[in-house]
Every structure is written in C-alpha cells, then in structure tokens.
Nanobody, 123 residues
C-alpha cells in the first residue's frame, strides 16, 4: 500500500502562484508514475500533469506552459508548481500513483490516491 498526502493549497488571486506537494509513504514508490488530477465543483475529475520515475513529464493542454510537475524519489515527494493561476483552475487537486509501467493520463489507471487539497483562485 502507498499513502499519499497533499499540501500547499489555498486561496490566491488570479496571476498568483502556488506549489502543491504530495508526499508518499508505505511501499517503495521510486518506480511509480505520479500524477495530479483536479476536480472543480460540478465537473468530473480531470488530468492535470504526470511524471514518470525517470522524470518525463506530461501536461493537459489547459495548464501547459503554466504548471510544472517534478519529483524527488529520495524524498518520496512530487510537486506541482502552478504559475499564472486563473479562476478556472479552482478545484480540489489530488495526487495519484500508478504501480505499473507507463504514465497514463486516465484516472482509472492510477492505483493510489490522496485526499486532495483545495485551490481557489479569485478574479
């Protein structure tokens, strides 16, 4: 089992930045793909960004150029740096881990999930 705990959410103004963190505990996770998903009120959860064990990154078109995902396997932590935040980025952000090969963008292909952290961007 892998436990994931997110932190770093908050209330910010449009144009501001936030950095979310996700720390893993439990089983060795260094070979897991990690991802961030988000769910806005009344909407389905959507893919935001993902990173392979080796550091290859993938982004949703809506955040490309503004968000950056990174990880430190030795610290069991993955980050999501969010710059140029917009009101439409308001959502609960969850990190996820996949215990198999590949770095998918589809939610069902991730095995472990955190509880999420709220990000609210005011206009």
């Amino acid at each position: 089992q892998v436990q994931l705990v997110e932190s770093g959410g908050g209330l910010v103004q449009a144009g501001d930045s936030l950095r979310l963190s996700c720390t893993a505990s439990g089983r060795t996770w260094s070979n897991y793909a990690m991802a961030w998903f988000r769910q806005a009120p009344g909407k389905e959860r959507e893919f935001v960004a993902a990173i392979s064990w080796g550091g290859s990154t993938y982004y949703a078109d809506s955040v490309k150029g503004r968000f950056s995902i990174s990880r430190d396997n030795g610290r069991n932590t993955v980050w999501l740096q969010m710059n140029g935040l917009k009101p439409e980025d308001t959502a609960v952000y969850c990190c996820a881990a996949r215990s198999d090969y590949g770095v998918p963008t589809r939610e069902p292909l991730y095995d472990y999930w955190g509880q999420g952290t709220q990000v609210t961007v005011s206009s």
